[in-house]
């Protein structure tokens, strides 16, 4: 999307919150930010002065605050997190993705990081301390946990009804993850061939195999290239051993890449 097109918008929004904030109507302020993407919301606190963006700020959606975190810049998001109190912290943190709640963490006091570990079941705790474990700007630091993966014997059938059971995909799923009974990456297949193809051949009939996993300390520069050149919307991520890990999503890069242009 052109330039243009965003700064406008933000200009056009920056000028009404202005006004508003300059009139004293924060009860139309708290509307304007329910009906916006948290993202533009990022955009808009980094914006403003600093007096002007802590009066916007204490308007957002409890339910945003999370989300508005993770797309401020490192400045402005460590400014926030430091005038928060550690039950606000905490309610931010809730219903992060892996990855994202990794990312917001590493810039919580260390006793509200404990705190919110502490409320996880162990499965999704252990999962997050690994993510947490890599440094960010390499693939295991982008990467989130919420992979399905499927064996190559089974039945494309057997894999409808797998999906049924559980009820929902995580999002930008566009593909699902083949490994064996050690968790070696074979290779993918994408969610189309489940509506395509007969039930009755397997993940093996229709998997590709030559798709490479990403390394997970690939370095995330080389990761985003990568999801360029091969036009990617996910990507699976290995230790050396083959062993999934878990997988990273064009959101992720595009995520990554903001902060290291702001």
């Known amino acids: 999307m052109p330039q243009e097109h965003i700064q406008e918008p933000l200009a056009r929004h920056l000028h009404d919150f202005n006004e508003l904030l300059r009139e004293g109507s924060l009860a139309q302020v708290e509307r304007e930010l329910r009906g916006m993407h948290p993202a533009e919301i990022a955009h808009l606190l980094e914006a403003l ?13 409890d339910e945003q605050e999370g989300d508005v975190l993770l797309q401020v810049n490192d400045a402005v998001r460590e400014r926030l997190i430091r005038d928060m109190d550690n039950n606000e912290l ?4 809730e219903g992060l993705d892996t990855d994202d709640l990794a990312d917001i963490l590493s810039d919580y006091p260390d006793a509200v990081s ?7 079941d162990v499965q999704h705790r252990k999962r997050l301390k690994g993510v ?44 699902l993850i083949v490994t064996n009974r050690n968790n070696v990456y074979l290779g993918l297949m994408a969610l189309t061939d489940l509506l395509v193809r007969d039930p009755a051949i397997t993940v093996a009939d229709v998997m590709t195999r030559d798709r490479e996993a990403l390394p997970v ?35 992720d890069v595009v995520d990554a890449m903001k902060r290291t242009i702001t």
């Open 90 to 93: 905490v309610a931010a943190a």
């Open 49 to 61: 002065p600093r007096e002007q963006r802590d009066a916007v700020w204490q308007l957002v959606g």
């Open 217 to 251: 300390d690939l370095p995330e520069r080389e990761v985003a290239q990568l999801f360029e050149k091969r036009d990617l919307v996910s990507a699976p991520v290995v230790d050396v051993d083959g062993k999934l890990l878990g997988r990273i999503t064009i959101d």
């Open 114 to 120: 404990e705190q919110v570990l502490e409320a996880l």
């Open 132 to 175: 947490m474990s890599y440094p960010e700007d390499t693939a295991g630091g982008l990467m989130n946990t919420d992979t399905i993966t499927v064996r190559a014997d089974i039945t494309l059938d057997v894999v409808q009804r797998y999906l049924r059971r559980i009820g929902e995909i995580p999002e930008m799923t566009d593909q």
